[in-house]
């Protein structure tokens, strides 16, 4: 399976932006989750949803962000709100089983 991110850009502090992943195959009944890496900075959890749509979030983020899936279109999207310049970084989608990453999507908020 191979994951494709999309969605990344500029924007504004405050602004929002949805990140969509798409799995080349089935993501199954596995865990599937976003995590973002800021430069300087080791690569860090940001949100996780499970199969029967439970979600987690990092404090950082939660409140601002949400996590959907789709398993009929094996995607998952991101919706980020209310974005600050410290979510600027490359965010990754992960799919747990079996252990694979996307290529990652630039997001940048500035003004």
């Known amino acids: 399976v191979q994951l494709v991110e999309g969605g990344g850009g500029l924007v504004q502090p405050g602004e929002s932006l949805t990140f969509t992943c798409i799995a080349s195959g089935s993501i199954g009944t596995s865990d599937m989750g976003w995590y973002r890496q800021a430069p300087g900075k080791q690569r860090e959890f940001v949100a996780r949803?499970?199969?029967?749509?439970?979600?987690d979030y990092s404090e950082s983020v939660k409140g601002r962000f949400t996590i959907a899936r789709n398993d009929a279109q094996n995607t998952i999207n991101l919706n980020m709100n209310s974005l600050k310049p410290d979510d600027t970084a490359l965010y990754y989608c992960?799919?747990?089983?079996?252990?694979?990453w996307g290529q990652g999507t630039q997001v940048t908020v500035s003004s």
């Open positions: 949803i499970d199969s029967n749509l439970r979600a």
């Open positions: 992960h799919l747990a089983f079996p252990d694979t």
